[in-house]
């Protein structure tokens, strides 16, 4: 439907308490890339909080989307809402509600490639953290301060910390890079991000192993850093609140390669697998 004729409730639970669940996927000629990993964080945290799921319509729907509308560069978002609240009370969901399950696309620019040469500004913060780490939920508030931050210093993105402990970015993971190859945070302190797993699964095959141990600010000052997103790919980090880190920008080049490739073999899988029963 057009935009203008979609509507949500007010008393639905993502409006009033922010319980929604989204996926941001990359679009190329109007196929998602890395499809069944969204699909199976989508579902894995849907069953987690308890919200009412069914992948294959869930396929159907977003099949139907970017046949319609679908661009040859371009962003596609899925959310499932927590569904009406009767009488606009009650941090319980009751049995009765349905959640709403909304996908959207729309086109967007590729992002500078200088950005993948020369590096990008990353500032921290400490009193920023998203709710429940694990889940990409519609609970956005930290992330959307983080971004206005990062840009009122003139950087790309905010990073999280707890103390001197750093999480993730507003709207992306976090690398360290290291003599001994990358260290990536704990599973559960931050967002277990696609385009993370699957990088991590290519520099394996570079012969980088990815250790998951915390790391810290002073980490990063003496190392180099990695952002990763599925809009971004893999990006290396020129400085991190003004100070010059290591450069990454070859083993970000490198990384950058191998993951085109993987979206390239996911998009294919998708063409391949239209038509097909829907599990």
């Known amino acids: 439907m057009a935009a203008e004729e979609a509507k949500v409730s007010v008393f639905d639970r993502s409006v009033l308490y922010g319980e929604s669940l989204f996926e941001t996927l990359k679009v190329v000629d109007q196929a998602p890339c890395l499809w069944e990993r969204h699909l199976a964080r989508f579902t894995s945290s849907a069953a987690a909080l308890g919200l009412p799921l069914e992948p294959g319509v869930v396929e159907q729907g977003v099949r139907r989307l970017l046949e319609a509308e679908g661009p040859a560069c371009g962003v596609l978002r899925m959310q499932l809402t927590g569904g009406t609240q009767p009488g606009g009370r009650g941090l319980l969901a009751p049995f009765s509600r349905q959640p709403r399950f909304i996908a959207s696309v729309s086109s967007t620019a590729p992002l500078d490639p200088t950005f993948y040469v020369e590096g990008v500004a990353v500032i921290v913060a400490s009193d920023l953290a998203r709710p429940l780490p694990r889940h990409k939920s519609g609970s956005y508030l930290a992330s959307v301060e983080g971004k206005r931050r990062a840009e009122a210093a003139g950087a790309f993105e905010c990073l999280f910390a707890r103390g001197e402990e750093l999480l993730e970015g507003a709207f992306s993971n976090l690398f360290l890079v290291t003599e001994a190859g990358l260290r990536r945070v704990p599973i559960g302190s931050a967002l277990e991000g696609?385009?993370?797993?699957?990088?991590?699964?290519?520099?394996?095959?570079?012969?980088?192993?990815?250790?998951?141990?915390?790391?810290?600010?002073?980490?990063?000052?003496?190392?180099?850093?990695?952002?990763?997103?599925?809009?971004?790919?893999?990006?290396?980090?020129?400085?991190?609140?003004?100070?010059?880190?290591?450069?990454?920008?070859?083993?970000?080049?490198?990384?950058?390669d191998r993951l085109r490739l993987r979206e390239e073999a996911s998009v294919r899988e998708w063409r391949e697998s239209s038509g097909r029963p829907l599990g």
């Open 194 to 256: 696609v385009t993370m797993g699957t990088v991590v699964e290519e520099a394996a095959g570079l012969g980088l192993a990815a250790e998951e141990t915390p790391v810290s600010v002073a980490d990063a000052r003496i190392g180099g850093l990695l952002l990763t997103g599925s809009l971004i790919g893999v990006l290396p980090v020129s400085t991190l609140d003004g100070a010059q880190l290591l450069s990454t920008t070859q083993m970000a080049q490198s990384l950058m």
